[in-house]
T-cell receptor, first 113, second 111 residues
Framework: ETGVTQSPTHLIKTRGQQVTLRCSSQ?????VSWYQQALGQGPQFIFQ???????GRGNFPPRFSGLQFPNYSSELNVNALELDDSALYLC????????????FGQGTRLTVV | EDQVTQSPEALRLQEGESSSLNCSYT??????LFWYRQDPGKGPEFLFT???AGEEKEKERLKATLTKKESFLHITAPKPEDSATYLC????????????FGTGTRLLVSP
């Protein structure tokens, strides 16, 4: 059974640029969520995808967008990068249901300069 | 608004010195409370899910308990490899699987 994998592991971008982060879900999982974790803070929920549609969103602006593909892999896109977007971005996969354990990838460390 | 508060922020223990981490929460309709372990620069690693008050779960030196207002993570006879940040998260009745996290407790176990 493969776990959640994310790519790239590290990334440096310039303010104003766009970035795409990728995630492969754990085998058998059909729901993917993205979280942003600033240094010293807990992860903050960005959004969740199920059946290739966004079905829940946190307090993040529209320049944060995502996709889920038929094989349940996912992308997080961030446009017009700001310095405050520097963080660890985490992908979590789970099975659909009322309550389900979310399993996280190792994260992508994004630095905006 | 759903809120999770963890205490202490940091804890230093000697190897073998047992202690407890606290997670207090305010949510509308708790569906589950989760404990994760996070090593520096890595993603959170799932430890436990608790669903209702009175529930307890154990794994090696860790034991998690849940009341209507808080959860405790008890660490018995810790070892240096238990050093990590322990995160508590809740899932409330939002209709989708959104986790609300606390800021974590940084645990350092010295030999």
């Amino acid at each position: 059974e493969t776990g959640v994998t994310q790519s790239p592991t590290h990334l440096i971008k310039t303010r104003g640029q766009q970035v795409t982060l990728r995630c492969s879900s754990q085998s058998g999982h059909n729901t993917v969520s993205w979280y942003q974790q600033a240094l010293g803070q807990g992860p903050q929920f960005i959004f969740q995808y199920y059946r290739e549609e966004e079905n829940g969103r946190g307090n993040f602006p529209p320049r944060f967008s995502g996709l889920q593909f038929p094989n349940y892999s996912s992308e997080l896109n961030v446009n017009a990068l700001e310095l405050d977007d520097s963080a660890l971005y985490l992908c979590a996969s789970s099975v659909t249901g009322v309550v389900a354990e979310a399993f996280f990838g190792q994260g992508t460390r994004l630095t905006v300069v | 608004e759903d809120q999770v508060t963890q205490s202490p922020e940091a804890l230093r223990l000697q190897e073998g010195e047992s202690s407890s981490l606290n997670c207090s929460y305010t949510v509308s309709g708790l569906r589950g409370l989760f404990w994760y372990r996070q090593d520096p620069g890595k993603g959170p690693e799932f430890l436990f899910t608790l669903y209702s008050a009175g529930e307890e779960k154990e794994k090696e030196r860790l034991k998690a308990t849940l009341t209507k207002k808080e959860s405790f993570l008890h660490i018995t006879a810790p070892k240096p490899e238990d050093s990590a940040t322990y995160l508590c998260a809740v899932q409330a009745g939002s209709g989708f699987q959104k986790l609300v996290f606390g800021t974590g407790t940084r645990l350092l176990v010295s030999p």
